[in-house]
């Protein structure tokens, strides 16, 4: 296999098994040091002692790239292989096989840790038919969230990508800020032109009850908005350490979704576990539709969508009231219904 590709999946892997950061920018960095260089040249510098000594590589990664450059599958790769055949959640195992595509990703335009390209390619690995990009949004400057400059730059990227991949289709979106006067933060021009639309709270979380209500309610009502995203975010594990979950009131802010055919997502990163599960079960009494999104920052963490099957079918959510199970064209159809 080609070193490049070794040293991504090994990546992968890692990403998916929440290895530590350094440990998978290790390998990413290496991939980026010979992106480019043919077979020939890495052989010849492997021989000569220049690829150990070049910038990014290390004793694992070179060790790598030397099995690689022969036509062997690297004995570290074999290894991360065989423990990825063990699922990352069971229970759901039905309802996965169900979901085409994944509606909240993060790339390095915002603070994801790859380009929309090598996200593109770990969905195909998936076998994913589609794919929504959604960087962040202005206010949230921590997370270089996108301008509207920057993301309609992002949206001519998105069709390049796509004339060139073919078998999976990425979206144009966004994660946009719900501000504390519940508009949304980009231009609704902008926003009329995007596939997807997820929206979220990601500042002033400890607001009172009928303040983070009417926050909600504002993003809701918009008539841009696809997807609540992580509607209490709460932390419950992770590096980050836990958070409690914001305080709003649930039935009013299900209702509304219901009434403007806005999706709750169930949010399937780990360290989130959003909504609880009292709040999947009030959404889903309340008549809601679902999305079950990895809101991956790297390509491993788009296989967490396991964990949010799982979480789903443990609810009894029916299939068809998850949006992400939706062929694309049901789904497009859904989401640009409320742009006209």
């Not at 979206?171 to 719900?178: A, H, P, S």
Request: hydrophobic residues 40%.
């Amino acid at each position: 296999m080609e070193a490049v590709d070794a040293l991504d999946e090994i990546a992968f892997w890692l990403e998916r098994d929440r290895a530590a950061v350094f440990k998978v920018a290790a390998f990413r960095k290496a991939a980026t040091a010979i992106r480019g260089m043919g077979r020939t040249e890495l052989v010849t510098r492997a021989a000569d002692g220049r690829l150990k000594a070049m910038k990014g590589i290390g004793g694992r990664t070179f060790e790598v790239i030397s099995q690689a450059v022969v036509g062997d599958v690297p004995d570290y790769l074999v290894g991360l292989r065989e423990k990825g055949e063990t699922p990352l959640a069971t229970g759901g195992e039905a309802l996965a096989a169900q979901l085409r595509g994944d509606l909240h990703t993060h790339s390095d335009w915002s603070d994801g840790t790859t380009a929309p390209a090598l996200m593109l390619a770990a969905a195909r690995t998936l076998r994913r038919e589609y794919q929504a990009l959604t960087d962040h949004s202005p206010n949230l400057t921590i997370a270089n969230g996108l301008d509207a400059a920057r993301l309609t730059k992002q949206l001519d990227l998105v069709a390049e990508l796509n004339d060139a991949s073919g078998d999976v289709r990425l979206l144009t979106g966004i994660e946009v800020d719900i501000l504390e006067d519940g508009v949304l933060d980009q231009t609704p021009e902008l926003l009329d032109r995007l596939d997807i639309v997820v929206a979220s709270v990601h500042s002033k979380l400890r607001a009172d009850r009928g303040t983070m209500t009417r926050r909600m309610l504002g993003g809701i009502t918009s008539r841009q908005t696809n997807v609540l995203g992580h509607c209490t975010g709460r932390l419950v594990e992770g590096s980050r350490g836990t958070r409690p979950q914001s305080e709003f009131d649930a039935k009013r802010v299900f209702a509304a979704c219901a009434e403007n055919h806005v999706a709750v997502e169930i949010n399937s990163r780990p360290e989130r576990q959003d909504p609880p599960d009292d709040l999947i079960q009030l959404a889903l009494d309340a008549g809601c539709l679902f999305s079950i999104d990895s809101d991956a920052h790297a390509p491993g963490q788009l296989d967490f969508l396991q964990y949010g099957a799982a979480r789903a079918a443990k609810a009894g959510i029916p299939a068809d009231r998850i949006i992400t199970t939706w062929p694309l064209d049901r789904l497009l159809e859904w989401t640009h219904a409320k742009r006209g």
